[in-house]
């Protein structure tokens, strides 16, 4: 449709490269995804150490994405500030958390097992109270990678 290209290539030529209706549904089909059930989330839950500090906060973000339902971006993104245990929610904010599509809201926690509660609940405290962690610090923090004497992280 181009000055230069109509005398070389026809309209017709370039339709043939579109998909039919039929292919255009079966490509754009939104298939669902396998997700483990609440028992298989309780098992690892379960089963889970949580002797170490990486480990009690790997149990806490487990329990944490099952009590909330929050996505993992935005749950990477949060601080200690966000969440209200009293209230039992979480607040998303858009200018400081990674939320979908930039969106502003308040969450509450699903009605689960106490112990994911406890759990979380539990992280928050030792945050608060063990480590002095302040509401501007995250609620989970990253792991500090480090190269030892030997050459490896």
């Known amino acids: 449709m181009h000055p230069g290209y109509k005398s070389r290539i026809n309209y017709t030529d370039m339709e043939y490269f579109n998909l039919s209706e039929k292919e255009v549904r079966i490509a754009t089909t939104r298939r669902q995804k396998a997700v483990?059930?609440?028992?298989?989330?309780?098992?690892?839950?379960?089963?889970?150490?949580?002797?170490?500090?990486?480990?009690?906060?790997?149990?806490?973000?487990?329990?944490?994405?099952?009590?909330?339902?929050?996505?993992?971006s935005a749950t990477a993104s949060l601080k200690l500030k966000d969440i209200d245990l009293d209230r039992n929610s979480v607040f998303l904010d858009a200018r400081e958390v990674n939320t979908k599509f930039s969106k502003t809201f308040t969450t509450y926690f699903f009605p689960v097992d106490n112990r994911i509660y406890q759990i979380v609940s539990d992280w928050?405290?030792?945050?608060?109270?063990?480590?002095?962690?302040?509401?501007?610090?995250?609620?989970?923090?990253?792991?500090?990678?480090?190269?030892?004497?030997?050459?490896?992280?």
């Open 36 to 72: 483990p059930t609440l028992e298989q989330i309780y098992h690892v839950i379960k089963t889970m150490p949580n002797q170490s500090e990486i480990e009690r906060r790997n149990l806490g973000l487990i329990a944490f994405t099952l009590l909330t339902g929050s996505r993992d």
């Open 124 to 153: 928050v405290h030792y945050l608060k109270e063990e480590l002095l962690c302040g509401n501007d610090d995250p609620l989970f923090p990253k792991t500090n990678v480090i190269v030892s004497e030997n050459r490896i992280f």
